[in-house]
């Protein structure tokens, strides 16, 4: 009733607000016509005294205008009075719209409350109902279960006794193919088995032998590779010194001419000194086994031939000052003749050893060929043999699987025998349960015979039994059928009581629905607010999101600095490095120019050696008359010291250019250096 004195209280104050309003229009209406009487009063007083026309005009000009401003207000404060009616009008029935629906909602509410409290009593009638049937399903299953008890306890008496009788059974079915010959079976068996676990051990010991005979096969085989690549080596190796056999005796040939003995008495003794030593060192490659007279004697006749080129040696390193005077030249002429004769014979001889040492030697290989050959020989016919036994082994490998498979075939047959006996069994089991039906049935005509004398008179006493018990049954229906009118009774109330509960059920379900109506905008508010946290779970996942990932870049930042720092400090070695670099550059610039001051000095001792040599060619003009081996000894020393000043004037232009490699190398890494500086620098 509030709202709807607060409505009315609303709608009075408007009304008077109306009644203001009209009366402020009706005031200035009246004010407007005063002042109209006050301008016409002083005009028509002033009419006989001759006013001008043009001010009574501009006075109803003014008249005109002062008339148009109410005449166009007082249709909008119509509009406005209207529109304030209906606010009043659509005010107080809202108010009575709500009053009403208050009523009826108390008086639904009413109705509520008194189907709740026959839903809350029905409902206890129903429980009370729930109880009484629990209690008679439980009744139920008491009798249920001490029935099932009793069914179990007779089949685990049954079976007890089955069991019993199938355990004598078997023991007869037992004895009954003991009896029959199974001992002779089981005996064939067992000695079945047992050679068939001695064909296995056989077999396992036969395998074992084939993978020990593939070992030694595999090992013949590996002998027979490496002996026939030892035997190309040999060979390829006798073919070798062969050739240099025939070339040293091709130079051996040369240096019987006599035209070249002066200068077969400088070239053969290298020739020879090369060849000697690569010839021996390959004989006492292959002489491993020999005898060490031969090591001896060639090792005497290397030192002889060392001796006579050292002599040789000495005496041409002899000074200039030996060519003073010709008694001199003469006496070193013939002792070098001397000396060359000697090396000459000491060659021819070395070369007559060698041969026959190489032919020795190829006839043990020879031998060793032959050996090798009959090796792989006999390789050959132990693989043969090696076949041979596998073959052997297979065919008993055969048979012993025709025998496992007969084993397998007369178990099969013992175990069709064993099932016909069961079978056979079986069937004598049925027969003794036919049987002691029989006997059952027999003892059971026997006793009723015996027992019928008994019956009659226990016939007379059940009939008076039964004569009660049939009057009895007669008051029980009597009962039943009064207990059938109450029941009637009670099913007709029970309908009304149904009709009325569901009326009420039909008002509870419209509060239900009004119920449900509101719970389905509090699930939306619920849903509303869930998408609410929804967004702040999110916005705090980002929030977290956006922690780690500065957490994250300050890592990447504090490992940018580390990695900074490293660079930092891989710049300063490579600052030192290349101060190391640039003291080596210096002291490799300071090396080549020595190296050019020495190449410089070079060629003026090569103009000096050349200055010699003319002035040599002069002396030998003069002493041409001395003899012409002279002059020749003369030019080939002079020739000899320009090679070496050649030789070494190549070494030094080699070393120029190793160096200038080197300083070209080191500007290139000096440049890398400076190039990563200026990219770290711009990095930084």
């Known amino acids: 009733m509030d709202h709807g004195s607060w409505w009315k209280r609303g709608s009075r104050e408007k009304s008077s607000g109306e009644s203001e309003s009209s009366g402020s229009v009706s005031s200035f209406s009246e004010k407007f016509s005063n002042e109209l009487e006050a301008i016409r009063a002083p005009n028509h007083a002033q009419s006989p005294e001759g006013s001008s026309i043009d001010d009574v005009k501009d006075v109803y000009e003014t008249l005109k205008v002062l008339t148009r401003k109410p005449s166009a207000t007082l249709p909008d404060v119509t509009v406005k009075e209207d529109l304030v009616k209906l606010h009043t009008e659509v005010a107080e029935e809202a108010v009575l719209g709500w009053e009403v629906a208050k009523a009826e909602a108390a008086a639904l509410k009413q109705q509520l409350e008194a189907s709740l409290h026959k839903n809350a009593t029905l409902e206890d009638r129903v429980s009370q109902l729930d109880e009484a049937l629990k209690e008679c399903v439980r009744q139920l299953r008491q009798s249920r279960e001490k029935q099932e008890h009793k069914l179990q306890e007779a089949i685990i008496n049954m079976t007890h006794e089955f069991g019993s009788q199938k355990t004598e059974f078997e023991k007869q079915l037992d004895e009954l193919p003991a009896q029959s010959g199974d001992n002779c079976l089981q005996s064939r068996l067992q000695s079945v088995e047992k050679e068939n676990g001695f064909l296995k051990s056989e077999l396992l010991a036969q395998s074992e032998k084939l993978n020990l005979q593939k070992l030694e096969i595999e090992i013949c085989n590996q002998a027979a590779e490496s002996a026939s690549k030892?035997?190309?080596?040999?060979?390829?190796?006798?073919?070798?010194?062969?050739?240099?056999?025939?070339?040293?005796?091709?130079?051996?040939?040369?240096?019987?001419?006599?035209?070249?003995?002066?200068?077969?008495?400088?070239?053969?003794?290298?020739?020879?000194?090369?060849?000697?030593?690569?010839?021996?060192?390959?004989?006492?490659?292959?002489?491993?086994?020999?005898?060490?007279?031969?090591?001896?004697?060639?090792?005497?006749?290397?030192?002889?031939?060392?001796?006579?080129?050292?002599?040789?040696?000495?005496?041409?390193?002899?000074?200039?000052?030996?060519?003073?005077?010709?008694?001199?030249?003469?006496?070193a002429d013939s002792t070098a003749d001397s000396v060359s004769d000697k090396s000459l014979r000491f060659e021819h001889e070395a070369l007559h050893i060698q041969p026959s040492e190489l032919q020795k030697k190829v006839e043990k290989m020879e031998y060793e060929k032959a050996q090798l050959e009959m090796s792989l020989a006999e390789a050959q016919n132990q693989l043969i043999l090696a076949a041979d036994k596998l073959i052997d082994l297979e065919n008993q490998l055969c048979l012993a699987d025709e025998s496992k498979q007969a084993a397998v075939a007369e178990a099969v047959a013992l175990h069709e025998q064993r099932n016909e006996l069961e079978c056979q069994r079986v069937m004598a089991s049925s027969a003794v349960t036919t049987l002691k039906e029989k006997l059952y049935f027999l003892q059971e005509k026997l006793e009723k015979r015996t027992s019928s004398a008994e019956f009659e008179g226990k016939v007379e006493t059940l009939e008076a039994i039964r004569k009660e018990l049939q009057s009895q049954l007669d008051s029980a229906q009597l009962q039943t059928d009064q207990l059938r009118e109450l029941v009637s009774l009670l099913e007709g109330k029970l309908e009304e009581e149904r009709t009325l509960s569901a009326e009420y059920s039909a008002k509870a379900e419209g509060t239900e629905m009004a119920r449900k109506d509101l719970e389905i905008q509090l699930t939306s508010v619920d849903s509303e607010l869930e998408k609410l946290n929804k967004l702040i779970a999110l916005l705090e996942q980002e929030l977290d999101e956006e922690r780690l990932l500065s957490g994250k870049l300050a890592a990447r930042a504090e490992t940018a600095e580390a990695a900074r720092n490293s660079l930092v400090s891989q710049l300063e070695l490579t600052h030192s490095e290349c101060a190391r670099l640039s003291d080596k550059i210096l002291h490799l610039e300071d090396e080549v120019e020595k190296e050019r001051i020495l190449s410089a000095e070079f060629p003026a001792k090569y103009r000096i050696l050349e200055e010699e040599l003319s002035r040599m060619k002069e002396e030998g003009q003069v002493w041409r008359a001395t003899g012409s081996n002279g002059e020749v000894k003369l030019g080939k020393e002079k020739e000899k010291v320009l090679a070496v000043a050649a030789v070494g004037l190549a070494e030094c232009q080699k070393t120029i250019a190793s160096l200038s490699q080197q300083l070209r190398s080191l500007t290139c890494i000096d440049g890398f250096l400076l190039e990563t500086e200026k990219s770290e620098d711009s990095g930084g």
């Open 230 to 331: 030892q035997h190309l080596q040999s060979i390829k190796k006798i073919a070798k010194l062969e050739s240099e056999c025939r070339r040293l005796q091709a130079v051996t040939r040369k240096t019987c001419s006599p035209l070249d003995h002066f200068d077969s008495m400088e070239v053969l003794p290298s020739v020879d000194n090369s060849w000697a030593s690569a010839l021996i060192a390959e004989l006492d490659h292959f002489k491993h086994g020999k005898a060490s007279e031969r090591d001896l004697t060639a090792s005497s006749l290397e030192i002889d031939l060392m001796d006579d080129f050292l002599e040789m040696e000495r005496l041409v390193a002899q000074p200039e000052a030996s060519y003073g005077t010709s008694n001199n030249y003469l006496k």
